[in-house]
């Protein structure tokens, strides 16, 4: 961090900014509640399940900069993420167009009538039966890599949206989601979603066992959470003991939580919607934003675990 720019390391499963139902669990509000840094300008997102490198500008003038720079192409990107199977050899260059099928909900496709995108990919090792790919966007569609990484039939390991047979028996490899509209894809995945995330109503039995067997995740992959390096926890108390100081060394981190501030309403729908917590598997993505290089600037983040069990040399790529 400096005058101008402030660069985050983002964990997975934290949206950029206020979206859908996330609010305060975001990485702007997070930023402005505990380090007190306030008004930054979103230089670039990344989606919510991405891990890795993300920019913020301190001051108008150089998030304007920064963003022209990767509007006009001159910031490389490099993406490190596990696919299932073997990818290919050398240098694999996907060229398809991309549309987005449902801006509401989210998804893309790739369509002739898309925008033009380009993505290079390179296997650089192997879990198991999966493979750690180098992936490089020259263009920075909504879900590009992973709409790419669809197409070429190696959709990434854990990956909710893209690896789901909701695409057809062949998860939209070759563009071929099972012979379904565009509508009728949007109403699966709808469906799904409800099914996955909600639980019902309250006082209501929720009907959800049924869609869940039939329309499931088809990736079996469990991410184990090292609880390591987990925060330490106050044995008086339960809470988190907090050892980060602020950035501007005025203030004090806010970490405290009101249950006075919390309001329902019981005619509104949304309020008594029950979500069920989500498992390790649901919080973690295997896709990273590691470098960005522009004008006389780079910034590398440190890599996740799941792209560390390897014998790569990171150095060398």
Not at 19 to 35: D, M, P, Q, S, W
Not at 144 to 159: A, E, K, T
Not at 189 to 212: C, F, P, Y
Request: hydrophobic share 30%; glycine share 6%.
């Amino acid at each position: 961090m400096d005058k101008d720019i402030v660069v985050v390391n983002k964990p997975a499963s934290i949206p950029v900014h206020p979206c859908g139902r996330y609010r305060h669990n975001t990485v702007v509000f997070i930023l402005a509640k505990e380090h007190n840094l306030k008004n930054l300008r979103t230089i670039h997102r990344l989606d919510r399940l991405t891990s890795g490198l993300l920019l913020f500008g301190r001051t108008a003038e150089k998030a304007r900069e920064l963003e022209l720079q990767i509007r006009t192409r001159q910031v490389q990107k490099e993406y490190v993420c596990r696919v299932e199977g073997r990818f290919p050899d050398g240098i694999v260059e996907c060229n398809e167009k991309i549309d987005v099928v449902s801006y509401k909900i989210g998804v893309c496709k790739v369509s002739p009538k898309g925008k033009d995108c380009k993505t290079t990919f390179q296997r650089i090792g192997e879990v198991g039966d999966d493979s750690i790919v180098l992936c490089k966007p020259l263009t920075g569609r909504m879900h590009q890599i992973r709409v790419h990484l669809q197409y070429l039939g190696f959709p990434i390991s854990n990956d909710p949206l893209y690896n789901h047979e909701v695409f057809g028996p062949l998860k939209g490899r070759g563009g071929d989601i099972g012979g379904i509209t565009e509508e009728q894809l949007i109403n699966n995945l709808i469906t799904i979603h409800n099914a996955e995330n909600w639980l019902g109503l309250e006082g209501e039995q929720a009907a959800t066992t049924n869609i869940n067997s039939e329309l499931k995740t088809t990736s079996a992959l469990e991410v184990s959470i090292d609880t390591k390096d987990s925060q330490p926890v106050n044995a008086a108390t339960n809470e988190s003991i907090n050892e980060a100081a602020t950035q501007t060394c005025y203030e004090e981190p806010d970490r405290s939580f009101d249950p006075e501030k919390t309001t329902s309403d019981p005619h509104c729908s949304e309020c008594k919607v029950n979500y069920r917590d989500p498992g390790p598997k649901d919080l973690i993505m295997f896709l990273h934003a590691w470098k960005y290089r522009g004008v006389d600037w780079e910034y590398t983040t440190e890599l996740p675990d799941w792209a560390c069990k390897t014998t790569i040399n990171y150095d060398q790529l």
